[in-house]
T-cell receptor
């Protein structure tokens, strides 16, 4: 079984709809992240969480919100989707420096979101 | 702020050696990651450099010069399966250890 899972894997929706992307992990990591990836722009950080009570904005948080329901679950919501939120979304986890000398991130398989 | 530069695309021949460069400018540098990402898949960790010098791991090596703000990923004995994007990511000092990713280099390996 995959250590980091994302649902759904693909989603097509319409402008103005509310969308939730879910991420679950079995790695036991405290840290979880949401990124979006657009062609030519690389991975950009939306939100991150270092534990259940800790939520932080990344570089492009406008239009998004998150919920850390448990150590293993981190959801990303688009309150009112717009076409420029069409992208590939990745969830990632890490253990900070607790697992070693560097903060390696482990990524889920991605959710391809299309907003029409 | 940060500025991370890497070439957009590179091509190479199967069996050859290729070097993918990454230059960065950042206020406070801790370390540098390289990730590999095949088309439509998740990025996976390749290497981490915190000290100057070369880290070798099988066919892949990564080099860092902190004073020059420069790193490269060296891939030897290229295989077709090495066709992928290679992401350079800079980790800033200050405690959060969250990396900032460059735009990635798409490597195409042809026979």
């Amino acid at each position: 079984d995959a250590d980091v899972t994302q649902t759904p894997r693909n989603r097509i929706t319409k402008t103005g709809k509310r969308i939730m992307l879910e991420c679950s992990q079995t790695k036991g990591h405290d840290r979880m992240y949401w990124y979006r990836q657009d062609p030519g722009l690389g991975l950009r950080l939306i939100y991150y969480s270092f534990d259940v009570k800790d939520i932080n904005k990344g570089e492009i948080s406008d239009g998004y919100s998150v919920s850390r329901q448990a150590q293993a679950k981190f959801s990303l919501s688009l309150e009112s989707a717009i076409p420029n939120q069409t992208a590939l979304y990745f969830c990632a986890t890490s253990n900070g420096l607790a697992g070693g000398s560097y903060n390696e991130q482990f990524f889920g398989p991605g959710t391809r979101l299309t907003v029409l | 702020g940060q500025n991370i530069d890497q070439p957009t695309e590179m091509t190479a021949t199967e069996g050859a050696i290729v070097q993918i460069n990454c230059t960065y400018q950042t206020s406070g540098f801790n370390g540098l990651f390289w990730y590999q990402q095949h088309a439509g898949e998740a990025p996976t960790f390749l290497s981490y450099n915190v000290l100057d010098g070369l880290e070798e791991k099988g066919r892949f090596s990564s080099f860092l010069s902190r004073s020059k703000g420069y790193s490269y990923l060296l891939l030897k004995e290229l295989q077709m399966k090495d066709s992928a994007s290679y992401l350079c990511a800079v980790e800033r000092s200050g405690g959060s250890y969250i990396p900032t990713f460059g735009r990635g280099t798409s490597l195409i390996v042809h026979p």
